[in-house]
């Protein structure tokens, strides 16, 4: 195991000040190397220290501008800081160079997502949940883009998979809640899951409202 792949051991283990130096020792034996500079904008990254992230991830383009995961790691950092145009270019790029995975699908989705562009949107999240199907926040989040596009019966069943995988997912239960009451048009099914939200988060406020609206509708009538 060279000190890249020992660094990224290290990493998963949160020890952080041993992975830092070994990629400060691979960097220094190879300079020429962007790999252990995308591995040190990784561990920055993981700090919250995304301005030295970002200078790393940029050095390793300065050495190979075909390097797929620079682009991916700099379009993470730019994401966190808001800037959803420059971030989403960074994924399309990271993409173009072949770096197709899941995570990378989502990512740009959900720059899409920020940018009110959900139709754009559409169709790098609903990739991202066929290469990774057991993600739950990719899921849920090809859910909301189905609804927020007003496919409805699509998002309840991608909401009722987010459930399935994790039964304690209370915006999953909400918004299944909302598509029952607005797109079914049932309201004991909707009434059920904003309690079932509420049971899970006391405070969550949206599911409050349409279990109170609800009831009071019932109540008038």
Do not use: W
């Not at 959900?110 to 899921?139: G, S």
């Amino acid at each position: 195991m060279d000190k890249n792949e020992l660094s990224l051991k290290y990493m998963k283990e949160k020890n952080y000040e041993m992975a830092a130096k070994l990629l400060t020792e691979a960097i220094e034996e190879n300079k020429h190397d962007p790999v252990p500079y995308v591995n040190f904008g990784n561990l920055l990254f993981l700090l919250a220290e995304y301005d030295r992230a970002v200078n790393f991830y940029e050095r390793a383009i300065e050495l190979d501008n075909q390097t797929a995961s620079a682009f991916y790691g700099k379009g993470n950092v730019l994401y966190q800081k808001g800037r959803f145009i420059e971030a989403k270019d960074d994924f399309e790029r990271a993409l173009r160079l072949g770096l197709k995975d899941s995570d990378t699908h989502f990512m740009l989705g959900m720059c899409l997502i920020q940018l009110d562009q959900p139709l754009l949107a559409l169709p790098y999240l609903q990739r991202a949940v066929e290469l990774k199907e057991d993600d739950v926040e990719a899921l849920f989040q090809y859910g909301l883009c189905l609804a927020q596009l007003e496919y409805y019966e699509d998002a309840a069943k991608y909401f009722q998979k987010v459930i399935q995988l994790n039964s304690k997912h209370a915006d999953a239960y909400y918004n299944l809640g909302v598509v029952y009451y607005q797109f079914y048009n049932d309201d004991e099914k909707a009434l059920h899951y904003f309690e079932q939200a509420l049971s899970i988060q006391e405070d969550h406020l949206l599911a409050g409202y349409g279990k109170k609206m609800i009831e009071k509708m019932k109540k008038d009538n």
